[in-house]
Structure formats: structure tokens, C-alpha cells
């Protein structure tokens, strides 16, 4: 309690050592029923972009299996990639696919993507499943292509296949597997409604993963501002060598690079990621799904997503099928139109505002706020910066946002890359501590783009350049090596009474009979009586 | 008593530390400084650097070196036209010159472009082969020409050499921009920022 | 559904604002001001009154010229902080032409020149000061207080109405006489730290033992109680986490190194003890309202901890060795010019690189110089 009192006290701001910012949770409203089940709506919008990457290269994507009015049943495969070890979209209910079509972009950052629209059946019919007969005497490989086959990827928010992610973890040899149950954003309570529920399920997901990845220990971290989700836990626990750790609600302590330093107090190195540090880290969603996917063969069709804000009458969380409309969910939460002034997709540090409302949710979607101007505010007018320094207290990545703003407006992108731009990982704590309202992550993601045209372009500069000595080397070459020849070449030549002004001429008339063919053909004229001519 | 900073050998320590460490301080930063500076020696080859590189012709020099050779002698930067303002902005922090807009003489700023042979018209006479700069058409006498997208920059020399026309420059897709400097906030707040800047906030 | 004026995450922000920050941190120099103003008159008060007068005229007159938002600029309350420091730094009694070029060169020069708010290298209220001190030494030196405040025996009060009269009248030299006739002498009390210096004692303890009490005026504590006052100001600060400990302990501490280690007995009369150099000067207030102005000072705590090393060290080898009595902005302006050089050198790690050290010692280990 004294703790809790100290830690109040500098409620503000991390301390210097442990670096971060404390935003009230805002999540009490969303725990208090249950997880609701969905109704299913008339038609779902199942989206084929391979994770939430707008940059995702054009093989990675995946392209649908079925057709335009094919009747599809519950579980049947939707659409895979090319690649191994790429995303795999199955079907949440059965019904036919009425278009493949291309989506308008749901927010700012993300490119409109292919989706599939699915017409749902008012009686649902599946696929039988086949569920493996002891998934306990499975060897690691196979459950990393029943995970494969599920089409599971990190259900934390980056979307990143999760069978490629287990695949490359286990090249790097990891030791330790870390399931993230830490909820630090403001109104997202998926995870803890999911530990609060379905905590056995957690732990029996997070043994298999960690059969996967042949990780020697595990570790579940949660808050300590999940108090019924810690007993339902630690209770699901009980004769598990799996441990539970607690760390204080600090936001972003849930980012995988901070847990890796809070738990096992290694630094992920700047461009790795923590397999290169022997951690593997996944979210207890994805546990779950795991679970699910091995033991009863169950593909993943659905996730947690948490209804939140204060525009709508009863928020809670409910077990949505992946493609359902937004709109769909707000009304059975019972929107108020005249309260509800826009939509959030994520929490309200890192989520993006919604553009369209009949945007589906995706498998990396956890929360949506609908909400008003009144509980939150508009972002007030930008201010001088004062130098402050509360900016870099708070970053978790340890950077200075203050000369990260003054490089970037003054244009130095040397400064600016030396200074860690690309360890930005955009959670926003600079912005929210910042006095002066400025919108440093705004300017981060503009100067990442304009850093990433730049380098592609001197990439590619340098590229021609290499191409271009090679041209010139290769010139050269050809011109020493054909002096004699071309000596003995013109002697030949000039003993077979060759003129170059008659070739000329049988040039320029191959060219005429190919510029009056285009013509005729322009005119409309029959190109074979040009030709018989 | 004196006091312990006049002692003799208080003196002496600190004074040869404080020496000690200043000297090997100004010794270190001179050899890394020399190493970093000794990739890029000469400045033609620094300002080859920041040129684009596509070998176009359109500053009036036959490529890229001959013009940074120019600009290394008093030539003006603002002559390349697929370098665009970046390329002015970093050749002016370099020299240490205005920057200046780009000479509409030499060209204007367009997007990257590719050029793509129409192969229904090619007559295989290999002279685009000849003109491509990075050797980006493959191909050979009587048989068909066709442009390696990846590796073309869109210089547009081979337009001219073909005897039929055959050749267009289509825009390459850029990754979209999805956030800009300049859009960053309410028309408030950007008055406001270009109120604090005294200048508008550009790309 | 209504189309936001800003579209970007994150979209809440802690209520705390730049004006709100610049209002906590006058209202730290407060116990300093009531402090002040109990032993000394009210000097003090109307040197900052006048000087926030004047700044705030000047900074909506340049904002005018430069197009500015007029209301915006001013209600951001750094030209009041700039002004509170700026009176309280320069002496009692000092005339109103004089405070006002300091404060036109601090907000004109020193802070808008450069770009206004945050783009300033150097501290505008000790740059005014300096600005003075070099034009106008003897003004500077010399404190002009209210008879009462110089005469302890007198049974007037330094806060009664003459005291203010008399005030009054060194500030605006140009109203008739005022108050009871009495011209009011030029006081060359140099500076409180010679003062002491040469007395070479413990006020408060010296006033403990004669059995004065600590506020009485007699006792002469009043330049220590009012450091007191700065210090209990700028703990405010630290508590309330506005200012960061790395400035003002390092600045502390090397100013106290550097006295310990030039201490002897014999010397301290013309070096002055370590309590003086901390309890009997500006230094207090320096380390925590001056130095760590945040806009000049260095900003990773690597680089504040150096910061703070030279401004001490400075602080101390000008007071003793150079010709300025009292040289806290002298020290502190001579860290601003540092402050960049610091930033950049001594930049904070970044997470998941290796540090200076680790770095070094990996290229010693296999034989590179970078």
C-alpha cells in the first residue's frame, strides 16, 4: 500500500529508471459482464492483407482459393499465400462469397486492401474438424503446422504469422517464451476479460507453445492492475512449471522489447528482435487460439474485441468472427447517435481513427472506442517546445524526442537517423506527456516515410552507379577487344563490294513500310492489301 | 595549512590527469575523424553521391560524374531534374550555397518514371540497347527488345534512337505517403506552427 | 459523425501545460520573494513588478512586428518567468531606465532574436543581468534598500509605508521626494557574499548564539534565510518533478568540491568557507531556478550531470579568482555556450545500442579506432 502510495506520488512520470508514462486504465466499464458471443451478421468482410504492415511485399500477400459465388462451409480455407509459413484466411461461418473486391482503407496509414464478401447462411454448416488424437505425443514441427494451418498470427496487434515467427525462434535457439498478458493502453481489456474467463486455456495454449518452440522456461506477465485475471490465473496454474510474473501497469510495458528487459533484463538490439536475445514473445490471445487450433483443430475464425467508449450505452467485450463489420457491433452495444462522434479502432494511445464504419475487424483488431469530443478532448493548438525534457523520460526506447523534433524540422536526416528514428516504435508516450502538444509521433511517421523514399532512392542510385561502370567497363572492354577484328572485318567487307550507303538505304526503307502500316492501320485501311502492294 | 588544492601533488595528479585525458581526447577524435573522412576524400566524388544517378543528360553534361566534376568548379546545383529539390537541398548543405529552385531550362520535377517497349512494334535494331546507360534492355539484332523495369531509371535516352517510336515512359507506383509534414495538424494549429517557424512547414 | 480537427494517435494527453509550468515555477520563488522582502523592504517586489511590466509590453510588441499572435506568445507566461528572475537577480533600488533596457535586451535580444520561446541558446534573465553588470558595474553592485532595512536599530520597519515610499523612490528617481525627507544613501553593500566573506562567520549560527531570533533584522541572517528560501523552492520543484536532480546537485556539489578543496582556515577569509559559497550567495538560486532553465540547459541526463560540473566549477573559480563578486550568470551563461557540445557528445543511450563505453571498449578489444 505504501508502494502503491510512493508510485502515486510519481504518477506522472516513469522515474528515470524505469521509463514510461501512468494513463488511467478505463477499462472497468468494458469488464463488468461477461465476454458476450456475437450474433452473426448477413454478410462478413473477410480481409487478404497479410499483417498490419502497409508496406507488405507483393508475394507475401495472400490470394483467395475460392470463387466469386462459391458456398463456402465454417472452417473452409478462404484464401493462402504463396510463401511457407504465410497467413492462412478461413471462414467463420458458412455462405457465399458475393464479391472479391477491394476495400477503401478503414484509417490513415493503412492501403485499401482485397477482402472477400462473404453472404452469411441464417443456419451455420462446418466442416467436420480433425482434431488430432493425443496432440500431447505431437512432435514440435508438427504443431508448428497445425498452428500454420490455422492460419494463427500475433493477436496482440502486429498480425506477424505466428508459425514463421515459432519457425525462425526456434533457428535462433530461444531459452525463454514470454505470454504477454500486460494490457497497458487505456481502454483495451480483451486480454484480461480472456485471462479472467478462459485463464486454463491460457495456460494449456502456453504449454504448447512453448512444446513449439522448445524453450526451456515460460513465463506469463500480466499487470498489477488485474487483480480477478491474477487469481483466475494463478489458480489455472497449479501444478504447471509455468511461472507468473507482475509488473507494474506501465504504459508501454506490454511492448515485447520492454518485457524482454523487464523479464529477463536483456535489451533486444536495435534492428533484431528477441529471438536474437533468446526470448520469444506472444500474446495470450494467440495462446488461446493455439490451444485451439491444436487440441480441437479449430482454424482461427474469431477474437476478443473490447466495445468501449462513452458513446455507447452497455460497452463490453465480445467473441467477434473475424470480418464483422464494425457498425454491427456498435449496435448491439447500443450506440447513441447523438453522443457518438467518431470511432477509434485500438486504444486511444496507439489506435487510429475509423474513416468508414462498415469496416470489418481483422485479426489484429482488440478494441473500438466509440466516443465524443467530451470524454476525449480534441488535441489542442502546438506549442513552442521548452525543451522540457519529459518527452525523453518517458520514451521507452530511450530517445530524445525533443532533438528528434528539432532534426527532423531542420531537416537533417543524418542527425536524425543517428538520433534512432527507426527505434521509434510510435506508442506515443512523447506526445502524451508533452506540455506543449506537440504531435511528436505525427512528425515521427512523416520523417520515417520520407526517410524510407530517401533511402530508396539512394539505394537505387547507387545501384544505376554500379550499373552504370559496369556499362562503361564493359565498353571498354569490347572496344580493345575489337580493334583487330574490326580491321580485318572492314578488309572483308570492302573485298565484298559492301556499301554502307545501300544498307542505309534498306533501312530507311524498312522504316517507311513500318510508318505506313501504322498509318494505314490508324486510317482503317486493311493492313494485308498495304502489304500486297 | 594551505588548503589541499595547493598542494604540490594535488597539483601534479590532477593537472596531468586533466592534461592527459584532454590530449588523448583531441588525439582520438583527430584519427576518427580522419578515417571517417577518408571514403570521400575528394569532393566530386562526395557530390557524385548525392546525384541520382540515371545518366539523363538533362544538366547538359553527358551523365552524372561529368556534372559533379562541374559543380566541383563553380557550376550551378540546380540542373538536374530527377534529383529534384532533394538533391539541390543536399548539394546546398554541402557547398554551402543557396538553395535555389530547379532551372526550368533543364527540365521540371516529375515523378520517377520507367520506360516500357511496345512489343508489338519493335523491329530489333538493338539502338536503344546502345543508348540504355545502366544496360537495362536486353535483347539483340532481330530479336525482340524488352526493358528490365528494376533496373531502368527512367532517363529517357532510348526514346530518340528508336527508329519506329516504340519506346513510352510510364510513371513508376510509389509506396503512398500517408502522413506529410505540412498536413500534420488543424489549419489552427499549422497557423500556429508556421506563426512559431516564421516560414511554412514544406516535405 | 464528426470529422476531428487531428487525426493521428495518440489522442489524450496529460493535462499539464507549458503556462501551468512557468506559473509553478514563479510560484516556487515566492518563499524566496516574501523572504527577501521581510528583511530587505520591498525592493525586490517592485523590481519584479516593473521588469514584468516592461517584458510583457516588449514581448506583445515584438510579436506584433513579427506577426505573431499576440495572445498566444504572452499567455505561455515565460516572459513573467524571464521578469521574476530577472528582478529578483538584480539589486533593490536599481532605477526603472536601467531595469527596463535589461529586460528589453533579455526578451528582444536574447529570446526573440533567436526565435522566441525555445529557441533561445541562452538564459534571457541572466544574459539582461550580464548585459548591466558590464554597462552599469557600479549600479549593479550597489544595493539601495530603505533606511529602516539598513539601519537595524531604527524603529521603523522596512515594509511600513516609508519603506515603500522610499522604494519607490529609488526606482523612479524622477518623483519628487518622498516620505519623511529622508534621502536614502547608496549603500555599498557590494554584495551579501563579500559581506560575509569578510566576516567570515555563520550568520545564523552567530544570531543563535546572541540569542537573536533568526528572522529578526538585527541579526543579519538575511541573505542565508533567504538562500534557505530558494532551497526550500527549489525542493518544491523536485517534488513536484517540474525540474529534474541532475542541474542542481552536480552544480552543488562541484561548487562544494571546489570550495573544500581550496579551504584552509587561514585562507577563508579571502576564500570564504564551503557554507558561504553554498548558503551565503546566489548559489541556491542559481542551481535551481537559473541553471536549469530548461530551453538553455542540456537535456539527457548524462549531459545535465557535465552541465551542472561546469557551471559549478566556473560558479566558484570566477567568484574567488575573478573580478565579479557574485558570478551565477556569468557561470550559467558560460554553460549555455556549452550546453550543445554536451548534448551532443554526451548523449543519452539508446536502448538496445551499446553506450560510449561499451562501444569503446569493444573496439579496443578488437584493435579499431571507431
Known amino acids: 500500500m505504501i508502494r502503491q502510495a510512493f508510485t502515486d506520488l510519481f504518477a506522472r512520470l516513469g522515474s528515470t529508471t524505469r521509463r514510461g508514462i501512468r494513463p488511467p486504465t478505463l477499462r472497468e466499464s468494458s469488464l463488468r459482464s461477461r465476454i458476450m458471443p456475437t450474433p452473426m451478421p448477413d454478410q462478413l468482410l473477410l480481409p487478404l492483407q497479410d499483417y498490419a504492415d502497409p508496406l507488405a511485399r507483393e508475394h507475401d500477400r495472400i490470394a483467395p482459393c475460392v470463387d466469386v459465388g462459391d458456398w463456402v462451409a465454417k472452417y473452409q480455407l478462404l484464401a493462402k499465400g504463396k510463401e511457407p509459413g504465410s497467413l492462412r484466411l478461413h471462414a467463420p461461418t458458412s455462405g457465399t462469397v458475393q464479391a472479391i473486391e477491394q476495400i477503401p482503407a478503414a484509417a490513415i496509414g493503412q492501403r485499401p486492401q482485397l477482402a472477400i464478401r462473404l453472404l452469411t447462411d441464417t443456419d451455420e454448416r462446418e466442416l467436420p474438424l480433425e482434431p488430432p488424437s493425443d496432440y500431447r505425443a505431437l512432435a514440435p514441427e508438427q504443431l508448428v503446422q497445425l498452428i500454420e494451418e490455422a492460419g494463427i498470427c500475433g493477436l496482440g496487434g502486429a498480425g506477424y504469422p505466428t508459425a514463421r515467427k515459432i519457425r525462425d525462434a526456434v533457428e535462433k535457439n530461444v531459452k525463454t517464451l514470454i505470454i504477454n498478458g500486460v494490457e497497458c493502453e487505456p481502454y483495451i481489456s480483451c486480454d484480461e476479460a480472456l485471462l479472467r474467463e478462459r485463464a486454463s486455456l491460457t495456460v494449456k495454449g502456453a504449454e504448447l507453445l512453448q512444446a513449439a518452440c522448445l524453450a526451456d522456461d515460460c513465463v506469463i506477465v500480466i499487470d498489477n492492475a488485474m487483480p480477478a485475471a491474477r487469481k483466475a490465473l494463478t489458480l489455472a496454474l497449479q501444478g504447471s512449471s509455468i511461472s507468473l510474473r507482475v509488473v507494474h501497469r506501465r504504459y508501454p510495458a506490454g511492448d515485447e522489447r520492454q518485457l524482454v528487459k523487464a523479464i529477463c533484463r536483456r535489451e533486444v538490439p536495435g534492428e533484431g528482435h528477441p529471438p536474437d536475445v533468446g526470448v520469444l514473445v506472444q500474446n495470450i490471445g494467440t495462446a488461446v487460439a493455439v490451444y485451439e487450433a491444436i487440441v480441437h483443430a479449430k482454424p482461427c475464425i474469431s477474437r476478443i474485441v473490447t466495445l468501449t467508449g462513452s458513446a455507447l450505452l452497455t460497452p463490453k467485450n465480445f467473441d467477434v468472427p473475424i470480418g464483422t463489420p464494425v457498425q454491427h457491433l456498435l449496435k448491439l452495444c447500443g450506440v447513441d447517435d447523438k453522443e457518438h462522434e467518431f470511432t477509434i479502432r485500438g486504444g486511444s494511445l496507439m489506435g487510429q481513427y475509423l474513416l468508414e464504419q462498415s469496416a470489418p475487424i481483422e485479426k489484429t483488431t482488440n478494441c473500438i472506442i466509440a466516443s465524443n469530443s467530451l470524454e476525449i478532448p480534441e488535441w489542442e493548438t502546438e506549442q513552442a517546445c521548452i525543451r522540457c525534457g519529459y518527452c525523453a523520460q518517458a520514451c521507452p526506447a530511450q530517445l530524445q524526442p525533443q532533438q528528434l523534433l528539432a532534426s527532423i524540422r531542420s531537416e537533417e536526416r543524418q542527425q536524425t537517423l543517428a538520433l534512432g528514428l527507426d527505434d521509434c516504435i510510435e506508442c506515443g508516450a512523447c506526445a502524451v506527456v508533452c506540455p506543449s502538444r506537440i504531435p511528436l509521433v505525427s512528425y515521427y511517421r512523416a520523417a520515417k516515410e520520407i526517410h524510407r523514399e530517401e533511402f530508396t532512392s539512394h539505394e537505387q542510385s547507387r545501384h544505376w552507379q554500379a550499373r552504370f561502370q559496369y556499362h562503361q567497363y564493359r565498353l571498354k572492354k569490347n572496344q580493345d577487344r575489337a580493334q583487330p577484328r574490326k580491321a580485318v572485318e572492314q578488309t572483308v567487307k570492302e573485298a565484298q563490294g559492301f556499301s554502307r550507303d545501300q544498307a542505309r538505304m534498306e533501312i530507311s526503307a524498312a522504316v517507311e513500310r513500318v510508318r505506313r502500316r501504322r498509318q494505314a492501320l490508324a486510317g482503317g485501311k486493311d493492313p494485308g492489301q498495304e502489304k500486297s502492294q | ?203 | 459523425m464528426k470529422q476531428r480537427l487531428f487525426s493521428s494517435s495518440p489522442m489524450q494527453f496529460f493535462p499539464l501545460q507549458t503556462s501551468q509550468i512557468m506559473l509553478l515555477v514563479i510560484l516556487a520563488t515566492l518563499p524566496a520573494m516574501l523572504v527577501s522582502t521581510w528583511f530587505f523592504g520591498y525592493g525586490v517586489v517592485l523590481n519584479v513588478l516593473f521588469a514584468s511590466l516592461i517584458g510583457l509590453l516588449c514581448e506583445a510588441a515584438i510579436c506584433r512586428i513579427r506577426g505573431r499572435a499576440v495572445r498566444a506568445t504572452l499567455a505561455d507566461n515565460s516572459c513573467l518567468l524571464t521578469a521574476v528572475l530577472f528582478g529578483m537577480t538584480i539589486p533593490p533600488g536599481t532605477t526603472w531606465w536601467l531595469i527596463a533596457m535589461g529586460m528589453v535586451f533579455a526578451i528582444a535580444l536574447v529570446k526573440h532574436a533567436y526565435g522566441g520561446l525555445g529557441q533561445n541558446t541562452f538564459n534571457p534573465a541572466m544574459a539582461g543581468y550580464l548585459f548591466l553588470l558590464l554597462a552599469y558595474p557600479l549600479d549593479m553592485t550597489s544595493w539601495h534598500l530603505p533606511v529602516a532595512a539598513q539601519d537595524f536599530t531604527s524603529t521603523h520597519s522596512p515594509l511600513g509605508w516609508q519603506g515603500l515610499l522610499q522604494s519607490l523612490g529609488c526606482l523612479f528617481p524622477f518623483l519628487p521626494v518622498l516620505g519623511d525627507g529622508l534621502t536614502v544613501d547608496g549603500l555599498a553593500m557590494a554584495t551579501p557574499l563579500i559581506e560575509s566573506k569578510l566576516a567570515a562567520g555563520n550568520a545564523i549560527r552567530a544570531a543563535m548564539e546572541e540569542g537573536y531570533g533568526l528572522f529578526a533584522r538585527r541579526a543579519e541572517t538575511g541573505w542565508e534565510l533567504v538562500n534557505v528560501a530558494w532551497l526550500l523552492g527549489g525542493l518544491f520543484l523536485l517534488a513536484t518533478r517540474l525540474i529534474s536532480w541532475h542541474i542542481p546537485l552536480s552544480m552543488i556539489a562541484a561548487t562544494l568540491v571546489m570550495s573544500l578543496l581550496y579551504y584552509s582556515p587561514s585562507a577563508a577569509a579571502v576564500l570564504g568557507t564551503p557554507y558561504l559559497h553554498l548558503l551565503g550567495s546566489a548559489t541556491m538560486m542559481g542551481a535551481f531556478f537559473i541553471a536549469t532553465d530548461p530551453v538553455s540547459a542540456a537535456t539527457g541526463s548524462r549531459a545535465k550531470i557535465a552541465y551542472g560540473l561546469i557551471i559549478g566549477v566556473s560558479l566558484y573559480s570566477i567568484r574567488v579568482w575573478g573580478s565579479y563578486l557574485d558570478a551565477v550568470a556569468i557561470a550559467v551563461l558560460f554553460g549555455n555556450f556549452c550546453a550543445p557540445l554536451l548534448d551532443r557528445l554526451l548523449a543519452p543511450r539508446k536502448y538496445g545500442h551499446p553506450g560510449f563505453f561499451a562501444k569503446l571498449l569493444g573496439n579496443i578489444s578488437r584493435r579499431k579506432i571507431t
Open chain 2, 1 to 203: 595549512m594551505i588548503p589541499l588544492a595547493e598542494n604540490f601533488f594535488f597539483q601534479l595528479l590532477a593537472g596531468s590527469l586533466l592534461l592527459g585525458s584532454l590530449l588523448l581526447a583531441i588525439a582520438w577524435s583527430v584519427v576518427a575523424t580522419r578515417k571517417r573522412l577518408q571514403e570521400q576524400r575528394f569532393l566530386v566524388d562526395r557530390i557524385n553521391s548525392i546525384l541520382p544517378q540515371t545518366q539523363c543528360g538533362r544538366c547538359g553534361h553527358p551523365g552524372c560524374r561529368p556534372y559533379a566534376r562541374a559543380i566541383a568548379t563553380g557550376e550551378a546545383i540546380n540542373r538536374c531534374p530527377p534529383g529534384g529539390d532533394s538533391t539541390i537541398r543536399l548539394l546546398a548543405l554541402l557547398l554551402n550555397e543557396a538553395r535555389v529552385p530547379l532551372d526550368p531550362a533543364h527540365g521540371e520535377i516529375e515523378p520517377a518514371r520507367v520506360a516500357v517497349i511496345r512489343e508489338a512494334e519493335c523491329i530489333g535494331c538493338t539502338k536503344c540497347i546502345v543508348a540504355c546507360p545502366v544496360d537495362a534492355i536486353i535483347g539483340a539484332a532481330k530479336r525482340m527488345h524488352t526493358v528490365i523495369a528494376s533496373e531502368c531509371t527512367g532517363c529517357d535516352l532510348c526514346i530518340e534512337p528508336c527508329p519506329v517510336d516504340c519506346i513510352d515512359l510510364v510513371e513508376r507506383d510509389a509506396a503512398p505517403r500517408y502522413w506529410s509534414l505540412s498536413g500534420l495538424a488543424s489549419p489552427a494549429a499549422t497557423a500556429n506552427r508556421e506563426a512559431l517557424d516564421g516560414e511554412p512547414c514544406h516535405d
